[in-house]
């Protein structure tokens, strides 16, 4: 064991490996930073779809239709109903972040609605 991890090749393949590991981590964690302030950037035309989505949310699971489609079909709505807000507001088309940012938050309120918190 100890003559595989002295040789230099083995060594450099390790460093290589943690390297991208390390730099995909970061990657990460500022996509999550960047999500939560496009979010907050953009939370005047997020909070009414928000509250859309989370009522629409709540009716399907009281009518028992809380399944896999209908809620997709909620998110995919409350994100189009953003993006044309976005639209008119700010006369220019959404970034693919912008939309991922706002597609993981109203995916959050769903996921609320179905875990109790209405």
Known sequence: MNELLNNEQVQAALI?????????????????????RIVDDYWCYVQPVAEAVRAEAVKALEASQADTPTL??????GLAQWADS?????RKEPTATQIAAVETELAQVIEAVLNGGK
């Open 16 to 36: 290589a490996l943690i390297v991208v590991a390390l730099n995909a981590l970061a990657q990460w964690v500022r996509s999550k930073v960047s999500y939560t």
């Open 72 to 77: 997709k079909a909620i998110l995919t709505r």
């Open 86 to 90: 976005f639209r008119l507001n700010e």
